[in-house]
């Protein structure tokens, strides 16, 4: 091979690592937590910061508190805040706490999240170490906040990862007890039948999402955390 071939063959070799490396980087960035930034985005233009008197009550998490449009309406009287993403994990509430927490300042902060974070094939004990960080963060963000960890919930779809789903809301009670200003709710036991199944009538047509008679059963544990 004459040096004017290797020399080509190298620049080929450069361009097309040039060319992968930036493929790679895209694809990264779109499954990042910055493939919500547009929808976080329009959190913060359609969703006003609440009176400086009012005891801000905050929901935020991934698809079920998204798609709870009508929380106020189950807690009358109170100021509450949704804001609620996408299909978001654990790390992607992380990196958008500014946005969608401290922004707000809210007095109770109800966390969904850790039923995505599992179905991407997380270790329940993987997760757990990320919503410690993400407490930690709150905490030193908003020290007299209180906080609530909604429990992943059981699903039609998800049900063959009940054990891991058991697992992971066993450690999260565990940590809540052992940490001030953090509660655990359980909305594991009150969405099955008397069999130990998903109740199949609190769903919607995927099987993942529920429809109002799922969310009134979250009402009547939610309740529970306010005064």
């Known amino acids: 091979m004459t040096f004017y071939n290797q020399k080509k063959q190298l ?3 450069l361009l097309f690592t040039f ?3 930036g493929s790679l980087n895209g694809l990264f960035a779109q499954e990042g937590p910055e493939r919500f930034k547009n929808e976080v985005d329009q959190i913060i233009a359609t969703t006003p910061i609440p009176n400086g008197n009012a005891t801000v009550y905050l929901f935020t998490g991934s698809s079920s508190i998204r798609l709870w449009k009508n929380i106020p309406e189950y807690f009358p009287n ?3 805040v949704n804001t609620g993403f996408g299909g978001s994990q654990t790390h ?3 990196h958008f706490a500014d946005e969608l927490i401290f922004r707000y300042k ?3 902060i109800f966390i969904y999240e850790g039923d995505n974070d599992l179905a991407s094939g997380k270790k329940p ?4 170490k990320t919503m410690k960080k993400l407490i930690t963060k709150i905490q030193s963000k908003l020290p007299d906040a209180e906080i609530v960890l909604i429990s992943p919930k059981p699903s039609l779809s998800r049900w063959t990862l009940k054990e891991d789903y058991n697992t992971l809301n066993r450690l999260m009670e565990v940590y809540c007890e052992k940490t001030a200003n953090v509660s655990f709710a359980n909305v594991w036991d009150i969405a099955l039948n008397e069999s130990g199944e998903p109740i199949k009538e609190i769903f919607i047509e995927d099987g993942l999402h529920m429809n109002k008679k799922g969310y009134d059963l979250w009402a009547e544990v939610l309740e529970n955390y306010f005064p």
């Open 106 to 108: 809210p007095n109770k």
């Open 78 to 80: 109170k100021t509450i």
């Open 11 to 13: 620049s080929f070799l």
């Open 19 to 21: 060319f992968f490396i």
């Open 125 to 128: 004990s993987t997760i757990l």
């Open 92 to 94: 992607e509430l992380m």
